[in-house]
């Protein structure tokens, strides 16, 4: 993983310049001794610990863990004051072969020309279209097949280093976690009486005439068109 | 689930909702290919393409760095999503991708500064054609390559007076 310099400050003593440039840190050794790092990953920690992403286990035998990495990012204004410093832990994915840890990756999306389509159908009918985002859309999906990782750095349990951690809902950079938010999505919305279109999987509609409503979806973000906007308030939930 | 009330920016492409007619544009991407690319003060240019231009693989010609050109091309078409106009000239340029020369470059530029001229041009769907059909066209221009003889094709599809989908094709 290549180091990205993120916040370069100058420091004038003397009329010298000094360049002084810190990095984002790519584990959690190199985030210690800084106070925000460190902060942001304890509030990853606890929000997954919340999702009940994963339970302490002792590892089955034939399985093998899956690594664990920090992803930190830095969000700044245009002007480059830091607004917050944000940690995410990811598993690494790469690891896990097809055929051996997992099976079927696809997940559909939208094409541009059936956002397209949909944009125009709503622009001919005079209907509204609305755009709905979903929050940390991945880690929200459950995985069917048995996923055990490694207990992320700095957060092992004491007395049960050895221990894993079995996952029941996806983490980023699973090699089935788009598809696994995509199925927990569909069976969602089909129990909101969606039906999911024959020939463009990522297109849900419901009834007919005055309460239709279309929906496109493109990973996390929806599209939603429909004629009366109560409806489209009530789906927004 | 958060709601972000009426589309306006989806995957890089604006979207403006208007009382009769919804636009959608890609015009803040635009200037961005034309920053990047060094063209942001360039002199607009009239057509996409010289008129009667037959471009060729240039054997002989100079090459240019050909993953700076890759890039144009990636970036421009991205730009198709909104921008028809662009479609067969984007699509000629990309068939020299594995060794472009200067010819091809210049070309390239001819786009991005004919992009310079037009950067605000959009879609826009209306709802004056009230009949919800799916209308379209296509042409050919028959064997116009001098040497593998093969055609370039394109085809537009428009339901009720908007354009949804178009494609050019070799």
Redesign the interface.
Known sequence: MKHISVIELMYYSDGEALLVEMEKPTSYQEATGYVEWTKAMDKEIQSIEKNKTWKLCQLTVGHRPIGLKWVSKLKKYSDGEVVKHKAKLVAKGYVQKKGVDFDEVFAPVARLDTVRLILAMAANRGWQVHHLDVKLAFLRGELEEEVYVKQPEGYEVKGKENHVLRLSKALYGLRRAPRAWNLRLDRCLKKLKFKRCASEQAVYIRGEGKNAIILGVYVDDLIVIGEDSAEIGEFKR | ????????Y??G?E?G?YK???I?KQTCYAKKILEQFGMGQCNAAKFPMEPGARLHSDNDGQPVDATQYRKVIGCLRYLL?TRPDLAYTVRVASRFMEKPTLMHMQAVKQILRYLKGTIDLR?V???E??K?ELVGYSDSDVGGDLVSRRSTGGMAFY???????WCSQK
């Open positions: 689930m958060s709601d972000l009330g009426l589309l306006s989806h995957l492409i979207v909702q009769d007619f919804t959608v999503h879609l769907y209306t709802q054609g009230l919800e339901l009720g007076g908007s354009l949804i989908t």
